[in-house]
């Protein structure tokens, strides 16, 4: 009982051969064609998962936008550049022949973080830090996705009325801010044109402008996770993400909270499936809804 399970993010792609009991065979990764038009994502897909779907049986897929009737749309169009409306799970069907579901990425994320915490806990939030800033939300044991599939979609909330304009269209989103590519795009003089590793990697070496980004980046999402237990009280926030799990950062964030009136305070984790979250909790839905 094998699921092929493919991860579509801003940045990378990610697939793997994931078995019944939730481990992971085999798994591979590709960056997110660079164009970002419909030919080349299913070029890349069929390139990414030729090796892995042999002896697959069904097709998970955690993307990156509102997933609706199959088909990708975004709410920030410019993370996914011409893939808008790109027929998702038609396109893996017709690569693969399988049966085939898809989920947005932070939703399936949470999916997986929850299944781990099931036992102990009804009520928690995922939060990715990556490209974006994505969210979801189980709320007494219920994944929600809302009427069209927006639920959880934490990162276009408000940060600043004064901050950047988001791809979303508002100004000052949670996102246009602290995600990997608010964090490049606020990068100036010597920093310019840097991604959010790079920046990651100079504020290890000491460099200010770097260290008080990420800092900028840590406090935005202190101030949203304080929202989410005011607006979920929920038991515990997973963050994950490569900004997310990247070296001190969940700990500068978890600083920051406790810094927030003590009703907002609430536990925080690292994701433990790290940067597989989004693979292993779309192979967990899809073995309850294509089973
Ligand atoms: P996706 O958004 O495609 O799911 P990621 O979770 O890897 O992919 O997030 C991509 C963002 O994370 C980019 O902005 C990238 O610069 C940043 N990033 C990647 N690796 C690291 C790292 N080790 N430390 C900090 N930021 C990172
Ligand atoms: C954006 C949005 C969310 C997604 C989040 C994290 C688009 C294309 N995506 O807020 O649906 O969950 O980014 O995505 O509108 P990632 O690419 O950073 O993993
Ligand atoms: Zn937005």
Request: proline share 4%; with cysteine.
């Amino acid at each position: 009982m094998t699921t092929l399970a493919i991860d579509i993010g801003g940045t990378k792609l990610a697939a793997a051969r994931v078995d019944r009991d939730l481990q992971i065979r085999e798994r591979r990764e590709l960056p997110t064609p660079a164009s970002k038009t419909p030919d080349a994502l299913r070029a890349a897909l069929q390139t990414l998962i030729e090796p892995l779907q042999a002896q697959a049986e069904r097709v998970a897929i955690a993307s990156t936008g509102i997933i609706r009737e199959g088909t990708l749309l975004a709410i920030n169009p410019l993370n996914l550049g011409g893939l808008m409306h790109f027929p998702l799970v038609q396109t893996l069907r017709e690569l693969t022949g399988l049966p085939t579901m898809a989920v947005n990425d932070a939703q399936a994320a949470a999916w997986a973080e929850y299944h781990v915490m099931a036992d102990e806990i009804s009520d928690m939030v995922f939060i990715t830090v990556s490209t974006g800033v994505g969210g979801g939300v189980v709320s007494n044991g219920k994944l929600l996705t809302g009427a069209g599939g927006l639920a959880g979609h934490l990162g276009h909330t408000l940060a600043d009325p004064n901050g950047p304009v988001c791809g979303c269209g508002r100004t000052g989103c949670v996102e246009a801010i602290a995600s990997g590519r608010g964090i490049a795009a606020a990068a100036q003089g010597d920093l310019a044109g840097c991604d959010a590793r790079t920046v990651f990697t100079r504020a290890v070496q000491g460099h200010k402008q770097a260290t008080r980004l990420i800092a900028h980046s840590a406090q935005v999402l202190a101030r949203l996770i304080a929202d989410v237990k005011a607006s979920t009280d929920c038991q515990c926030v997973v963050v994950g993400g490569s900004v997310g799990l990247a070296q001190g950062y969940l700990t500068q964030v978890h600083t920051l909270l406790a810094q927030e009136p003590s009703v907002y305070h609430v536990p925080l984790r690292t994701a433990h499936y790290r940067h597989d979250a989004g693979l292993l909790g779309a192979a967990l839905l899809a073995q309850g809804e294509l089973s």
